[in-house]
């Protein structure tokens, strides 16, 4: 099955500057990552996903890479604001028969600081 | 659109008793939804894939008798905790599919406390 590892875990980053999560994925089938923006006991909330025929998805503040032949991708966070202040997962499918079923990454904990 | 809506938010109940969550999907029909457990500052762990129409299918490890799963119709499943125990204690969240190849969407979440 599939194994997604996020990094870091944990993020500080000064208002203003960049932020910067990388995943790895093991399945070189996979072909859709989502990413998930969860603040303290609210539900995931789905900010960015990309599609394997792409290599970059850009949506104002927030741009997602992938890179298939390392089988990673990254979410980019620019100009950041205290808002952006979250645990933010990536994930992947977790298997080639069915739709939805995803493999989440660990989190990143962001923190901004103004 | 895709909104998926999970009842109660929050509950409290004493060990031994039956608690159930709801996940509707409001504005579509949902053939599968999947329930997941998340314990503090930790990741979300998938326990069973609900769907419409047939048993559902659960990971490794999550007991099918403890964690009963009924997806009746295409707008509504239900998770059952039976027989809660303290160590049940956990956020857990819903979350459904439009349709093939479309995003995941996530409920609410039910913030469970078995006293």
């Known amino acids: 099955g599939e194994n997604v590892e996020q990094h870091p875990s944990t993020l500080s980053v000064q208002e203003g500057d960049s932020a910067v999560i990388k995943c790895t994925y093991s399945?070189?089938?996979?072909?859709?990552f989502p990413w998930y923006k969860q603040e303290l006991g609210k539900r995931p909330q789905l900010i960015i996903d990309?599609?394997?025929?792409?290599g970059e998805k850009k949506d104002q503040r927030i741009a997602v890479t992938l890179n298939k032949t390392a089988k990673h991708f990254s979410l980019h966070i620019t100009e950041t604001q205290p808002e952006d202040s979250a645990v933010y997962f990536c994930a992947a499918p977790q298997g080639r028969d069915s739709w939805g079923k995803f493999q989440f990454g660990a989190g990143t904990q962001v923190v901004v600081t103004p | 659109g895709a909104v998926v809506s999970q009842h109660p938010s929050r509950v409290i109940c004493k060990s031994g008793t039956s608690v159930k969550i709801e996940c509707r999907s409001l504005d579509f029909q949902a053939t599968t939804m999947f329930w997941y457990r998340q314990f503090p500052k930790k990741s979300l762990m998938l326990m069973a894939t609900s769907n419409e129409g047939s048993k559902a299918t659960y990971e490794q490890g999550v007991e099918k008798d403890k964690f009963l799963i009924n997806h009746a119709s295409l707008t509504l499943s239900t998770l059952t905790v039976t027989s809660a125990h303290p160590e049940d204690s956990s956020f857990y969240i819903c979350?459904?599919?439009?349709?093939?190849?479309?995003?995941?969407?996530f409920g609410n979440g039910t913030r469970l406390t078995v006293t």
């Open positions: 990309i599609r394997s025929n792409v």
């Open positions: 979350s459904a599919i439009a349709a093939y190849n479309s995003p995941l969407h």
């Open positions: 399945d070189s089938a996979s072909n859709y």
